[in-house]
């Protein structure tokens, strides 16, 4: 089966440049499919599959052009996330954990740049901002002496994984190289198994030098000239997580289709495909998936034809795509939801795919930066109560 991309009814101009990119990303997505199951079992990518988002430059989309990266606009990253996941969610996550990482090539010294992610354009990363580590300043680099971090997507196998270390009351973002962390067995999961989501520890002693640690906050200023660096970085970060939503979801609309055409329920002489409610469920499906898809990519467009005109986002359109990022979250969930229960007692069977599709939509669903808050969050800012700028600050 041939997957197709997420797009709106008409394709946005900002496609054009990265179109490529999303191109790369639908071919993959059937040899995704293909390896789902397996990898599934093995709870980690199949590594033809990350050899192959790799050679895409899907793991190193933020990476900014003057490094030789893809630097995709906000509408053809997601695009290319959700045309991935389309195949299979866990791929799509891979390439959503590490191109969100890759968002600190905005921010790090040029040595580190080069070492990351241009010595290896294909290299994949990882990590956790959760400040559990500690280290201590030795003649200008970080000495970690413990740490270990939930959430190490990719981390078997990632080259880089980033971790966040306190050194008294200062939270630094370092970047640790294959060799310097290990990865636990903890991620047995519901679902999304395959994105090897385990926590992840520090080898002790391990030194960071200056370049590769930031010092969060204080450090997150653009070390290079270009619109995407002056783009919201949390926005671009979280639309990523919805694009792995959107992309399954569709995804599921496949696989449903592909059941309809030959399934015949018990006491019918139809295939389901041939049933009302089928036909009304599958077209309110594409519309709610076509308009939440829209709004996500709207309300980045809009954030970025502002940045590119030279001045920054507004609240309004932070707190908007905020709002429509959670809401591609909610409404892509629910559109699986609705094409499992469709599938009737066929769906609940492990060889079924819509059964994967579910779980792993209400895994994902589950991650902090599409969460409901956001609704409230644009609620408040739309009511006219002032928004308080720590808040502001992770829009």
Avoid at 43 to 51: G, I, K, N, S, T
Avoid at 221 to 231: E, H, K, M, Q
Avoid at 305 to 322: H, K, L, S, Y
């Amino acid at each position: 089966m041939r997957y197709l991309s997420m797009n709106s009814p008409v394709n946005h101009p900002l496609n054009a440049s990265g179109s490529h990119l999303v191109s790369r990303a639908r071919e993959i997505a059937s040899l995704a499919r293909e390896h789902a199951v397996a990898a599934e079992n093995a709870r980690v990518l199949a590594r033809e599959v990350v050899d192959a988002i790799g050679a895409a430059d899907l793991f190193r989309l933020a990476v900014p052009a003057v490094y030789g990266g893809p630097e995709a606009d906000p509408v053809t990253y997601v695009d290319a996330i959700a045309a991935l996941s389309e195949g299979d969610a866990a791929a799509g996550w891979y390439a959503a954990v590490s191109s969100t990482t890759s968002v600190l090539a905005w921010y790090l010294q040029p040595e580190a740049v080069r070492e990351i992610y241009v010595a290896n354009p294909a290299s994949l990363t990882g990590g956790s901002f959760a400040p559990t580590g500690r280290g201590s300043w030795v003649d200008g680099r970080l000495r970690v002496d413990e740490g270990r971090w939930p959430w190490g997507s990719c981390g078997l196998q990632a080259d880089w994984m980033t971790g966040g270390v306190l050194d008294g009351d200062r939270l630094f973002i370092i970047f640790l190289p294959r060799g310097d962390f290990e990865p636990h067995d903890t991620w047995h999961a519901f679902g999304l198994k395959a994105t090897a989501s385990n926590d992840f520890s520090v080898r002790k002693g391990a030194i960071v030098p200056g370049h590769r640690i930031l010092e969060f906050g204080k450090g997150f200023v653009p070390a290079v000239d270009s619109a995407l660096a002056r783009f919201p970085g949390f926005v671009y970060i979280a639309a990523a997580y919805a694009a792995v939503l959107l992309g399954n979801a569709r995804g599921a609309i496949h696989e449903l289709v592909d059941l309809a055409r030959h399934k015949v329920p018990t006491g019918s002489e139809a295939t389901l495909a041939e049933t009302p409610l089928t036909q009304l469920t599958v077209a309110q499906s594409e519309a709610r998936l076509l308009a939440a898809s829209a709004f996500v990519r709207e309300s980045l467009a809009s954030i970025w034809e502002t940045i590119q005109a030279g001045d920054p986002a507004t609240v309004d359109q932070r707190t908007t795509a905020r709002l429509a990022i959670s809401h591609a979250a909610q409404e892509a969930s629910k559109v699986v939801d609705a094409l499992y229960t469709l599938g009737g007692a066929t769906s609940t069977f492990l060889a079924n795919p819509l059964q994967k599709r579910l779980r792993d939509a209400h895994v994902a669903t589950q991650h902090l930066l599409v969460s409901e808050k956001f609704f409230l969050i644009h609620g408040q800012q739309r009511l006219g109560f002032a928004i308080d700028e720590k808040v502001i600050a992770t829009l």
